[in-house]
């Protein structure tokens, strides 16, 4: 199956580990010297319109996908690599 960037960017992205949504791809890392993908990247949300910053970008592995489908993206990976705990850094930043 042959998928451009823009194909790649409308599949939803989905961790078969846990079940959770993770996003839509936003970038493609690729390496030059052997023309292969090294990762799909999701660029972290911006917080309060940026004024607190912006979250950490997701990187995935290409290791860690299991199936490009003709609507989703699984994958296959630990939770706590791919996502941080957003809710503490708030709960810091408040008090």
Known sequence: MKCTLNDIRRKEIINIRS????GYADDVEFDTDSFTIKSIVIYGRYRM?????????IVIKCRDIEIIGTDT???SADESILLKDV???CKKLCK
């Open 19 to 22: 079940g959770t949504k993770i």
């Open 73 to 75: 993206i699984l994958i």
């Open 87 to 89: 809710n503490v850094k």
């Open 49 to 57: 319109f940026g004024f607190l910053g912006k979250d950490d970008d």
